[in-house]
């Protein structure tokens, strides 16, 4: 099911010879156009719109121009949140990878002998999908609230003073950010480790290779394609995410990310040139990022 | 692994899962809670919130939009994605890494600047946001997510079979409605499900593209300031049963199909 996206290339059972036909232009040319229409030209907007200058006549109206200041005002203003971002999101791919990846091994290699169970943990781990990620972020906040039975517990034995809460911490952001995307990162290791032949792990053992070498020679390089998707499938959302910052879920004003930032201006404050200049400063951060992991490995690989 | 490395993955998968569920858990225990107007605080079980879901109405309202925006984001994404998927495949043509490039951007380009671009658009074009905006937004993000899933199931199908359709003087329609599709089905199937889930779920670019339409996810976002109605936990508890059942019967199915194939080879 949703695992299947993530999954690397399937084997193929004939390598496809490729023909030249009209007909390929008609199945590609409805999706390209759509592709075209809401996907390059939004992104052109963007890039129109982030250098606008406000309108000398109406308030709160602006006017095409190439106001290049949106770009530095912005960085300016804005790049403690940005930082803040790249460092929430670095943080939370680290974690969930410290839980998804042994994860995706119980799964993928300790449980193969049992495929009943296998399947069971498989839906297991994508069930968070199927119940709103709003309302499972809510829960946390309820859970983590002053009422709620942690903080309690975390004051009577002293780590929380009085008049501190868990929510609206830098804790709570991270945690809720790594909770989320735990799936991201475990389904596409999982996808690696799941076809990994255990002879290779016995073969490092009768090579009087320790447990740990073993997988750090053998299982590690092998699932390196699904840890590199799973980093990438949750550090861009992560970095991009602005609920579990914001105030009314786990986070407060001391932890607001770029994508809090791009909302606000965006819907509340109404200010497009900063909100556009903003998203188009974070997909270059991001795509950078892309184009270093995909010199690593290869495109159609990767995704 | 062996002795204290075997059961300690035991342990921490296990820890690993309910961790995972906790939340889960979570909305459905309060789905039940006897809770008059804000749902924080445990007041006792009662099944009044199960039986009058649509008593508070916008929350049903919201439900409604929500299945009405994935149905047709779904089926428009399935479409033209599978159509993609097929030519990448199956033809030569120009312009290839173009192509590729183009449909794999969407997905590595953050929910937030999707949402805003989109909405910039709709702003210069004078279009008016409302349920066509959030449609043709949420058939944007699907799109790519059906192609990676269909081509993977176009990449496994043995192309011997549709030669032997054509042998058999199928026309190209006849090989393609029943030889190609109904082997593509599963891929495509999928392909819809994780578009409806991904649909369903969105709230950011949506929030961007909705105006003044609420959508299930939109109408939690707003209400989860003064607290959220038992009846949203209710939907939510609804939904994931559906989708838990659905995915149990599917994976048991293809066990059970497995079995059978491993006996009859």
Known sequence: MAFTAFSSSTAAAEPVVRRKSPIALFLLLPGMFYLILFFVTPLISLIITSLQTPDPLIFGQFVNAFNWQNYVTVIETYGEQAIRSGGYAALATLFALLIGFPLAYFIGITLRPFPLLQSLALVLVIAPFFISFLLRTLAWKQIFSTEGPVSGILSSIGILGPGEAITGTAFSVIFGLTYNFIPFMTLPIYATLVSLDLRLLEAGNDLYGSPATTFRTVTLPLSAAGVMSGTLLTFIPAAGDYINASREFLGSADTTMIGNVIETNFLVLQNFPAAAALSLVLMAFILVLVALYVKRSGTEELL | ?265
Not at chain 2, 17 to 34: E, G, H, Q, R
Request: net charge positive.
């Open chain 2, 1 to 265: 692994m062996r002795g204290f490395g075997k059961y300690a993955i035991w342990v921490y998968s296990v820890m690993a899962f309910i961790f995972l569920l906790i939340p889960i858990a979570y909305t459905i225990v309060f789905s039940f809670n006897n809770s008059r107007r804000t749902n924080i605080i445990w007041n006792g079980f009662t099944l009044d919130n199960w039986l009058s879901v649509c008593e508070a109405q916008t929350v049903c309202q919201a439900f409604g939009n929500s299945i009405l925006i994935g149905v047709v984001a779904t089926v428009l994404a399935t479409t033209l994605g599978t159509m993609i998927a097929l030519a990448l495949v199956r033809y030569r043509f120009r312009f290839r890494s173009a192509t590729t490039l183009l449909i794999f951007l969407p997905m590595t380009t953050p929910e937030v600047v999707l949402g805003a671009g989109l909405a910039a658009q709709f702003l210069q074009a004078g279009v008016p946001k409302g349920l066509g905006t959030i449609i043709l937004a949420h058939t944007l993000f699907c799109l790519s997510f059906v192609v990676v899933t269909v081509r993977a199931r176009v990449a496994s199908l043995d192309p011997a079979l549709e030669e032997a359709g054509r042998d058999l003087y199928g026309s190209p329609i006849q090989v393609f409605w029943r030889i190609t599709f109904p082997m593509l089905l599963p891929g495509i199937v999928a392909a819809a499900l994780l578009s409806f889930a991904l649909s369903f779920d969105d709230f950011i670019i949506t929030n961007f593209n909705r105006g003044a339409e609420v959508t299930f996810p939109s109408f939690v976002y707003t209400a989860a300031a003064r607290g959220i109605p038992a009846e949203a936990n209710v939907i939510a508890s609804a939904v994931f049963f559906l989708a838990i059942a659905l995915v149990l019967v599917a994976q048991f199915t293809a066990a059970a199909r497995r079995r059978r194939l491993a006996k009859a080879g």
